[in-house]
């Protein structure tokens, strides 16, 4: 067999053919976790792979780089310039990971040695592969830190892992996988673990190593709008094969695959609000037990009988290539007018009265938490405090969702514990509809829960394996006394009402899906009627095409029970779909606070505009368009912020400042007070901007 | 770090402190050395016997506060660990019974822990293979053993050996033999000849030990992201493994390895009977048969400082492992 084709200059930098891994002998016998896989890559080209979890886009990444597992069988082919990959002896393989084909992982905590110093291991990334003595490589590697735009490059070469940020071990993580020029790029979900502020500034970075490279980068994640920020082409996954795959704009304009309509249409967006998300019903097949045919047949709302039993392979298209025995029917994602995903109808808001006519369901004022900061094993004593709230008031009205957003660390969680703890705060109050929860008893403290309920991240982890379903809804119902028949009756409409059926109730939380599970969470919350539900990331565990169901769910639940969110949530677009209004959190303080439409059309605060500029809007042509406002740095150090304005040391609108401006923020600690109407900031120099497009 | 470390190490010696202390307490409540005079034929007067106990300071109608003040001074002012009950100085026995124990305990642990890990290593490389399965059948078989059974166990594998080859190359009493005429290379043959078997002894419960726990730690890490990351940059598999895999799974396997070596001073007793060796273990077996509280003390104190060092010895060795933890 010839390895080599007859000329080089023709063959593609990297070409992969009916890739397919196996991984033998799982719960339901072999794995195939990758059916058939091909692409091809040209130097400086990006590809974004898209998926969800399960879908088999990291594993044939892995294949590529020959990482996967020994007993995993990997069939097809994978050319590197021409020559062969696939089979090759690990000791040939080394030679060319790190050096020709580089990976940037998902978790750079995890994904760096904890014992090595960071510069070490960049140092030996560069000896692996090139002949340099111990100094010099150290020496490069330090400039590899500092080009990848770590500060005080050579004192945090000699850090170890552990003492860095997330965001800045993803740049070393980077800087790593540049170190040796490489030809390709692998990076699986780099910036999954990472803030929107965060991801911003590594998304940023790697176009820069892009281009300094030259290399052809795969970009691998479940975000559709940081693909079409960066990607030429895309290639969507679905149960271990490619679905659809094409240029970026026109895949996105009109996809041919319904899974990818349907994946589409399922996004929050932070430029479309008022429209209503096409979750696809269902959840992935388990490859292990595919049927015959399209293994997206179950969840197809066009499917055809022949869908059933053939499987369809992927053909070109006008634009690219999909694999639907209907793609040349679909023309804008509708088959002859009518859409493949029709908008579900959810219940209307009604006319609402005025929000300040409307009583309050929670008040929050001035509340402050802090926690002291020790130190001395026998003897602790208090060396100082870190405050994780400070001065932070808010109220939520009667049928109002108020969405909290801010980066981790921001203070967020430790809001929403003081809320939910229902005791007097250290300082400042909280009121719950119109009492104090300070002058509580025990046994008005335990009447006041009914009303504060509260729906977790988790699905899995808050709700107990070992009880059924219907115990688990039921028991708050106990826990206050309802009648034995008021119970059955009642798990059995809070079952109906979140989409599921009553005989789920016998069921074990393990036989759900992650959708499903999220479901009894809110099912439980809604038990004893609360009229204000707390959510602290309820979509974030969950695949898009999932999350769109929970999210519908939850706004019909509003309009329909009338009841009040307190929403915490890290994707803003998620926030952007449901919230009424909007709090902006930074470093335990409210920066912005107002209408979510003013916030997100209009903001004034440059933390808010930041965070709004760095969310990706899955639409190629508005998000290439955009211009990004990036904020400096991390977060600092709660311990040690800096003088008055706490977002200084990160703010973009700083540096633009006169010196005389400039000395204001540094002395004056700003105020939240209302620049323009309905829109309070905490900014000497809020001025509107717009960062979403229309 | 420094700070840390002194901070450990004042601990330590409050234990030690307190260790001795309670020992000496409960041994001078428990033992009666007065029956080893009492039974005496013929029984010797009255007067004497009163005076021959409290010149050794263990005569229980003397103030035990006392007497516990007397000896724990001649300790801590002379390094005076007091006489034996039939009026030894217990300071000469000490040395030479340190030293035997130790020779056999460092030899054992040495083995024990080197091919332990890196029994565990292979076996977690090779994991559900024959390798492995033959190196945890190794390790449950030495696990579920006493170490009695085992040493009897090597006795007759050394007598049959030594049938076989017709002279006694495997001992299995004492540790030299005694008025040896051999020169400097007979003696040193001599010595390890009775070296072998009492160090295999120990040093195969300690192997099936650590291999098990080094497989446990080697396997966590084998599933790591950064091992993945590693071999990305280009290592081989191999070479993953060793540089940074290895380096991190031997981070638990610090403390296991210093302690265990703290408690073996004294847990070789068995080892010490069988082979007639004259350590730490038998010594404090002895004494208590023949009710001596000052050796029983003398032990403990020994035994306390042992595991002492090896605490510290944990704690150095795991801040130079982690980076983690070094503050």
């Known amino acids: 067999m010839s390895d080599v084709g007859d000329d080089v200059s023709q063959v593609p930098l990297l070409s992969v053919r009916d890739l397919g891994v196996v991984f033998p002998g799982g719960e339901d016998g072999d794995v195939p976790a990758v059916r058939g896989v091909a692409y091809d890559l040209a130097p400086g080209e990006v590809l ?610 006169e010196p005389g401006q400039q000395q204001r923020c540094a002395e004056e600690d700003p105020a939240l007070v209302e620049h323009v109407p309905g829109l309070a900031s905490a900014c000497h120099f809020a001025r509107e901007r717009t960062v979403v497009p229309g | 770090m420094g700070r840390f470390l002194l901070k450990r190490l004042a601990n330590y010696v409050v234990l030690v402190v307190v260790a001795t202390t309670l020992a000496y307490i409960v041994a001078s409540l428990a033992l009666n050395p007065r029956s080893t005079y009492e039974g005496r034929n013929p029984p010797p007067p009255a007067a004497v016997v009163e005076q021959q106990l409290t010149a050794y300071g263990v005569n229980d109608k003397d103030p035990l506060l006392g007497r516990y003040a007397d000896w724990i001074g001649g300790v801590v002012l002379h390094g005076d660990f007091g006489q034996t009950v039939r009026g030894q100085d217990i300071n000469d026995q000490l040395g030479s019974r340190a030293l035997v124990s130790l020779r056999l305990l460092v030899l054992g642990s040495i083995i024990g822990a080197v091919v332990g890990v890196l029994a565990g290593v292979v076996s977690a490389i090779k994991k559900y293979k024959v390798t492995d399965r033959a190196i945890t059948a190794y390790s449950f078989f030495f696990i579920a053993t006493p170490v009695f059974f085992t040493a009897v166990l090597l006795k007759f594998g050394a007598l049959s050996v030594n049938d076989a080859v017709g002279s006694t190359v495997l001992y299995y009493t004492g540790y030299e033999t005694p008025n040896l005429q051999a020169g400097f290379w007979g003696h040193v043959a001599d010595q390890v000849g009775h070296l072998i078997l009492p160090t295999l002894s120990i040093a195969l419960g300690q192997i099936a030990y650590f291999s098990r726990y080094q497989r446990n730690a080697m396997l966590d890490v084998m599933n790591s992201d950064f091992l993945r990351t590693a071999e990305a940059k280009g290592l081989t598999r191999r070479k993953a493994l060793y540089k940074h895999g290895l380096r991190t799974a031997l981070i638990p396997m610090a403390t296991l390895l210093a302690y265990s070596f703290g408690t073996l001073a004294v847990g070789a007793t068995f080892t010490e009977k069988i082979f007639g060796w004259h350590g730490m273990g038998e010594w404090l077996v002895d004494s208590i048969t023949s009710q001596d509280i000052n050796v029983v003390a003398t032990v403990t104190l020994f035994t306390a400082v042992f595991i002492l060092i090896s605490g510290f010895l944990a704690d150095v060795i795991y801040a130079v492992l982690d980076p983690r933890v070094r503050v």
């Open chain 1, 48 to 657: 974004g792979i898209v998926g969800e979890s399960g879908s088999g886009k990291s594993v044939s990444s892995l294949a590529v780089m020959g990482l996967l597992p020994r007993n995993a069988r990997v069939t097809g082919s994978v050319r590197l310039r021409g020559v062969e990959l696939l089979g090759r002896p690990d000791g040939e393989l080394a030679r060319i990971r790190g050096n020709d084909i580089a990976m940037v992982f998902q978790d750079p905590l995890s994904a760096l040695t904890p014992v090595y110093t960071v510069g070490d291991q960049i140092a030996e990334t560069i000896r692996i592969h090139q002949r340099l003595a111990a100094g010099p490589a150290t020496q490069r590697a330090v400039e590899l830190l500092d080009s990848v735009g770590i500060p005080n490059a050579a004192q945090r070469a000699k850090a170890f892992p552990h003492e860095f940020s997330g965001g800045m071990r993803q740049r070393v993580m980077i800087a790593m996988a540049i170190a040796n020029d490489p030809d390709v790029l692998i990076a699986d979900e780099p910036t999954t673990a990472l803030d929107v502020t965060i991801q911003a500034q590594v998304l940023e970075l790697l176009e820069t190593a892009r281009q300094l490279t030259n290399a052809a980068t795969v970009m691998i994640t479940h975000d559709l709008g940081v693909v079409a920020g960066i990607a030429d082409r895309v290639l969507v996954m679905y149960a271990g094969k490619a679905v659809e795959q094409g240029p970026v704009g026109p895949v996105y304009a009109a996809p041919r695959m319904p899974y990818t309509i349907g994946l589409l249409g399922s996004v929050p967006r932070l430029d479309r609000p008022g429209q209503t998300l096409t979750p696809i019903s269902g959840s992935p097949p388990n490859v292990s037990r595919l049927e015959p045919g399209c293994p997206f047949a179950s969840r197809c709302p066009v499917v055809l009988p022949v869908c059933r039993e053939v499987e369809p392979e992927l053909t070109p298209t006008a634009v690219g290539s999909a694999a639907c025995h209907r793609a040349d029917e679909i023309v804008d994602g509708s088959i002859d007018g009518v859409p493949v995903f029709p908008p579900p109808v959810l219940a209307q808001a009604r006319g609402l009265v005025a929000r300040t006519e409307r009583p309050a369901v929670l008040e929050v004022r001035e509340v402050t938490k802090r926690f002291d900061i020790t130190r001395g094993a026998v003897m602790r004593r208090k060396v100082g405090s870190v405050s994780a709230v400070d001065g932070v008031s808010f109220d939520i009205r009667e049928g109002e969702a108020l969405g909290l957003v801010g980066e981790s660390g921001s203070g967020k969680t430790t809001t929403i514990m003081e809320v939910l703890s229902l005791q007097a705060p250290a300082e400042g109050s909280i009121v719950v509809h119109g009492k104090d929860v300070a002058g509580l008893g025990r046994r008005e403290r335990k009447e006041l829960r009914r009303d504060i309920q509260v729906v977790f991240q988790d699905p899995l982890s808050s709700l107990d394996p070992r009880l059924p379903v219907g115990d688990i809804i039921d028991e708050p119902l106990r826990s206050f006394d309802v009648p034995r028949a008021e119970r059955a009756a009642r798990v059995g409409e809070l079952l109906r009402l979140v989409g599921l059926a009553p005989e789920h109730a016998n069921r074990y939380p393990a036989d759900f899906s992650g959708g499903q599970r999220q479901r009894i969470g809110i099912a439980r919350a809604l038990a004893l009627e609360p009229k204000l539900l707390v959510l602290d990331e309820p979509v974030s565990a969950l695949d898009v095409s999932i999350q769109a169901g929970v999210l519908n769910l939850l706004e019909d639940l509003k309009v329909r029970l009338g009841l009040a969110y307190l929403f915490v949530a890290h994707d803003l677009s998620v926030v952007r779909h449901i919230a009424d209004r909007v709090a902006v959190m930074y470093l335990g303080r409210l920066v912005e606070v107002g209408d979510a439409d003013d916030i997100f059309e209009r903001p004034t605060h440059p933390y808010t505009q930041a965070l709004l500029s760095a969310v990706p809007i899955p639409d190629p042509v508005a998000e290439r368009q955009r211009e990004r406002i990036l904020v400096r740095g991390d977060l600092p150090d709660p311990a040690n912020l800096p003088s008055g304005c706490r977002f200084r040391s990160r703010c973009p609108l700083f540096v633009e400042l």
